[in-house]
């Protein structure tokens, strides 16, 4: 079978739609973050080829699993990865849970409702934001905040591309209810624009997400890696713009991402923000994860 490595299609860090490991982590965190994602982008893009079979795909995430847990060393991105992790006694439950989430994307394609949404959330987005904080040494207690923060950002990239998503997968993650409760259907997302009600329920979804983002607002505080906090504060704040984007465009034939100047915009004022927040602030010790 052809190796996961060979699917990968050159998305790096720096095309996500918000910062992954920007310079404002400390380098000794960096490399870490950065082989976390390579592996999970492995897997992502296994999970979204469209020439594979879905057995296919489910066995190419099991090597990556194998390779990861140290049963196999057929997979490069999952040797660099376990060799990252040992030195710090970091677990590969985070990158285990995301690979939940990528077998779910080669089998279903459909969400029936909030509720649904979340719990694919909780395999697809919270172990992220999890593991970030399991490398800079913050307190578990960081995870609600996280979590929520972390389902914000999986909706919104979520209704940023749900056309093509639709057209090139037949994978749609606005909930089945969403639809019927705005008399739109999910065909409608194959159109090159939103009609009236389905603009209305991907408004209706967006002002459902907003509150999540609000709710994570304290994580920025509660943690105790200075870098961390100002990286937080930024994909907040470019959250928050792309949120206002989404109720006011329409992401079948409008472009709902943010410029280069916006990000370099929103970014400079969140960090100083966060700065002049940091300011006086009490600082305790971060106490070490550990394993669940």
């Not at 095309?15 to 992954?20: A, I, R």
């Not at 296919?56 to 194998?66: G, N």
């Not at 329920?201 to 607002?217: D, G």
């Not at 709902?256 to 400079?268: E, P, T």
């Amino acid at each position: 079978m052809t190796s996961a490595a060979d699917l990968r299609t050159g998305k790096g860090h720096r095309d996500e739609n918000f910062p992954v490991a920007s310079h404002l982590i400390h380098p000794r965190h960096r490399r870490v973050i950065l082989a976390f994602y390579e592996f999970v982008r492995t897997a992502d893009d296994v999970a979204d080829n469209s020439q594979l079979s879905e057995t296919q795909k489910i066995e190419l995430l099991d090597r990556l699993e194998a390779t990861l847990l140290g049963s196999s060393d057929a997979e490069p991105v999952g040797i660099r990865l376990r060799a990252v992790l040992a030195p710090r006694r970091l677990s590969p439950r985070h990158a285990q849970d995301l690979l939940t989430a990528f077998r779910l994307d080669a089998t279903k394609r459909r969400y029936r409702d909030w509720e649904d949404l979340i719990d694919y959330c909780a395999y697809s987005a919270m172990p992220v934001g999890r593991f970030v904080l399991d490398v800079h040494g913050e307190d578990r207690s960081t995870w609600i905040a996280s979590d929520k923060l972390c389902a914000a950002l999986q909706i919104i990239n979520h209704l940023q591309d749900c056309g093509k998503d639709f057209r090139n997968l037949d994978r749609v993650y606005v909930p089945l209810d969403a639809f019927v409760a705005a008399g739109a259907s999910v065909e409608q997302l194959g159109g090159s624009q939103a009609t009236p009600e389905l603009r209305a329920c991907l408004v209706a979804l967006t002002n459902r997400t907003a509150p999540l983002l609000e709710q994570s607002i304290e994580l920025r505080g509660q943690v105790e890696d200075l870098r961390l906090s100002l990286e937080i504060s930024v994909i907040q704040a470019y959250a928050r713009r792309i949120i206002e984007l989404l109720r006011v465009r329409d992401p079948l034939s409008e472009k709902v991402h943010l410029s280069k100047a916006q990000f370099a915009g929103s970014g400079l004022a969140a960090i100083t923000a966060g700065l002049l927040r940091r300011i006086g602030r009490p600082r305790s010790s971060a106490r070490a994860p550990q394993d669940a």
